[in-house]
């Protein structure tokens, strides 16, 4: 086996491999951009080689420079992970050339899948089924056309250069064929440098089924069961699952069968992946090749119990494949979802900046967390804005939904937009639980994947309210000599009926509350209404009581800007520091002992209707009277103390019920 490889990569994947490789014993060499020095793929490989500036382009696709790092620091082989390098024909030479084992297919087979219509001509030979349509090197507008309505429609042209869902269009009618193809030829002349087309039957509600392959470098394949990734949106992955709803075990068998077949066609080695359109009908279709370990692998390695970067390791350095089809078995199913620093709210415009609160779920045989990043990152704008991949296992579907959901409910993100609501809304969608799956289901399903918040606003603020006190308290306590009688500024644990001010911005909304603290107990003032609220905050976890009704969340506040987490949503406001003084409540008095003194005079009792500036209790000190008045309008509830009792500053004297606002 090999003793040290070089990693061409960054984040979750080169994060990924690097586990792998270590549990194997082998070194690991990683190479990273300036952008990259602090990254959690350079702090894991055993060494790490700076290879230039942020931009791709002059980093991780600089096959030159890497290849030189792997001759000089003795790597024996190169892991390309996915994307950058990872089917680039001529890095793969290029290792060659250089005596350096490529971990992935031969050159000329990621040059096989390169072209759209060679590669339906090598899977047609194959006898892998294909959309019914033309691939062939005629492309004048009259065969095309004779070939359109052999087809019939609707049906797709698409680019023999494109991919990934570029250079499609939908064609309806043979009377629109003739504008449609000069359209697409033009479109793709510009975009590909290669106006040539296909054309094939529009399937109207396929879904995306892929086949994960391998092979070893004696000619042997096999196939480890399907993934279904029809989730997507403009054919980025969303949500991923092993195996595909619904799939019969014969459809199964014949496509993972048709699947290995096309990986023989084209003498394939290592880890690949054959993409199938699936239709209603159960019959499927070949669609590409992708020469590579895939973003969604995990769910494979979930249900079928196996290393996929183990095997590739294995199959590069020449020992057969760990199994044998009939020893691939099944349990269970998994899910993926892919988290993304991005505003599902901007149409999923790429969000940026700093991940300055970072919590995940715990890692168990349920649940596996992939990430290339911690606590305090940067998410750039250089590089794919994935954040992590979060997998889930269990034994039913259903079952692996509900871990799903919670498992994004302790997904905490505080400083880059991300997709965590979304993905929740997706996961818990019925819709999706019915396996109800299209490759037009984001589309389909847009009102309930953009959900209102689950939290009332009122009780968001006052949960805000409580966070920000508890806070305080807690930095306030931490700050302070414990034996000084000046440490603490407020007094807040006086039990003291001082009402303090809190203005929160959520969205455009400046909302202003009003807090009394009493006996660890607060009342809390919003828009009209009054929340009685018990709260206590351990670090980052707020348990809180309002009105009778226990929540319990997360949440971060970092200068002004305060994030809670409440069933995979997310609630953020503003923190005025400008109120961030103590007020007295109506302006006039306190019914707390404002010194040391003696009770002269109580002047009411129990029961009393009282109005604001009412004189309550006279205390006198150093020769002098003080009125302590009513703070609001009220009922007095209770009286601490009687005439001639000696008090000492900041005692409670006398309890008052406001009366003037209704208590929600
Ligand atoms: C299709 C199709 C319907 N009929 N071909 C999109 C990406 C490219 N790899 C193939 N794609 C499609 N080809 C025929 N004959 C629908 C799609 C398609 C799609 C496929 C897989 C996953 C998501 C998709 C979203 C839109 C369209």
Redesign the pocket.
Known sequence: MFSKILIANRGEIACRIIQTAHRMGIRVVAVYSDADADARHVAMADEAFNIGPAPSSESYLRSDKIIEIAKESGAQAIHPGYGFLSENTQFAEACEANDIVFIGPPSSAIAAMGSKSAAKAIMEKAGVPL?P?YHGDDQSPETLRAEAEKCGFP??L?AVA?????G?R?VERLEDFDDALAAAKRESKNAFGNPDMLI?????Q???VEIQVFCDQDGHGVYLAERD??V?R??Q?VLEEAPAPGLSEETRKAMGEAAVKAAQAINYVGAGTV?F?YDVDGSF?F??MNTRLQVEHPVTEMVTGQDLVEWQLKVAWGEPLPLEQSQVKTRGHALEARIYAEDPDQDFLPATGNLRYLSTPDESVHVRVDTGVTEGDEISIHYDPMIAKLIVWDETRDQAINRMVQALEHYRIAGVKTNIRFLHALADAQPFREADLT??FIDDHRELLFPKSKLDTHKALVLAAGFVLEQRKSREVVSTDPWSPFGRQNSWRMNSEYAQPLKLQVGEDIHELKVLERDDRYQVHVGGSVYNLTSRLDDDYLQAVINGHRISIHGNLHNDKLVLFYEGDTFQCTVYRETYGLEEMAGEGSLSAPMNGAVVAIQAKVGDTVTAGQTLVIMEAMKMEHAIKAPADGVVTDIFFAEGDQVSEGADLIAIEASDEEVA
């Open positions: 959309v349509g049906l797709l698409k494109g991919g990934g869902g570029k499609m939908v094939e039957r529009y399937l109207t396929p879904r995306h990734c029809s997507q403009r054919h992955k993409e359109l279709f669609m590409e490759t037009g």
